[in-house]
């Protein structure tokens, strides 16, 4: 039976929902599924079945024979217990370099629960925290149920334009700046080194912290040094494994300045909300870490990226990409106002959604004329191909018609 198919709308992370408000299918399982309708919104790493089963079933197989049952699911781990913050201090040793103390260390059930605590704790209801123009959709509402004001700073294809913070911070005061500099979502730009440091000159300055989301700095190979590095007095660093290891156990390691500050933003939330990681997930996640199935699931996710990033050059020839290497997207700037909704609208006339720039705006800035279009949900190439010849036509028939078929 064929569903009727969905108004075009956007909500949450630049997907397009039904009519009700409803998320769109976040991951194509089965093709035949919802009009067979591709899902190109989403920003998903690729399964990599044939690397990822036998490593998620040997760590999941390791808990079962190794850890004492009754005792991991009889009881919450608030931070993680020791072990799960060595896994977490070695993930995150891939970036920052060497691993940081365990005090440190809290994890968490996945990224946004850490947002959320973080930004209660830093900036609070009535507090200001800037924010890239365009940021991750989840934060707005979250900064809205905290009473939190966002602050939006200017980006460009470097990333944070160190004079857009420096202004944002003298008018608004903000407490933090959360940022996502690494492949930054959607726009896929990485701030630069130069830049990086030219921002914790001003952050210091302006005694403001910086709650860093690097989820994607898995993928790139030479991704320049976090915030955490350069300033880690001041840094909260987050490092979600969403994108890099396995969307579904959502856990997320995160680095505080010191432990006394760890447990002064985590712990006033554990009666009234639900950042602790689930602790099924927490030792899963742990035992794919210190087993170093870890890396290979990363490199297999590194590799199909590429297959899909050159699929995607092949088929998007001539038109105007934005993208960088590991990004699970692509950012398709439109080069006439308003046209985005028009080819959002012929995909999905065709069975394809993609997510476009408006999800990501903050405040009153002006909505980006550009399409995400993310490469890695579809569960495989030939999918993917043909998800995007449907973009490519769509783009074509609005903007270039003397090159439609
Ligand atoms: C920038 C960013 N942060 C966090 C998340 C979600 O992370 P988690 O599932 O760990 O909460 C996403 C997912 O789309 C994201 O794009």
Known sequence: MRRKKPDVETAGDGILTDAKGGPEVTRQTDPTLVDGSLNLSGNLPPIVADVFEQRYRCALSKVMTEEQLSSLVGSHRFMGTERDRSAGAAFVSLRLGSPPDVSRIVVTNGTQSAIDRLFDGIAGRGGVIAVEELTYPAVKPMAARLGIRLCPVRIDDEGLVPDSFSDVCERDKPSALYILPTLHNPTTATTTLERRRAAVDIARLNNVQFIEDDIYSMLPLNAPPPFATLAPEISWYILGTAKSLSPGLKVAYVVAPDSAAAGRAFWPGVRSTYWMPAPLNAAVTANLVLSGHANDIVGAVRLEMERRHELAKDILEG???????????????????????????LTQDRNVIV???????????????????????????????????????????????????
Do not use: K
């Open 355 to 405: 997510g476009h720039g408006d999800a990501f705006v903050v405040g009153n800035c002006i909505a980006p004329e550009a399409l995400r279009v993310g490469l890695g949900t579809v569960l495989n190439r030939d999918q993917l191909s043909r998800g995007l010849e449907v973009v490519r036509d769509a783009y074509r028939r609005v903007l270039q018609p003397g090159m439609t078929a």
């Open 319 to 345: 038109i105007p990409v934005a993208t960088s290497a590991g990004a699970l997207n692509l950012w398709v700037r439109i080069p006439r106002a308003g046209a985005r909704l028009e080819i959002a609208r």
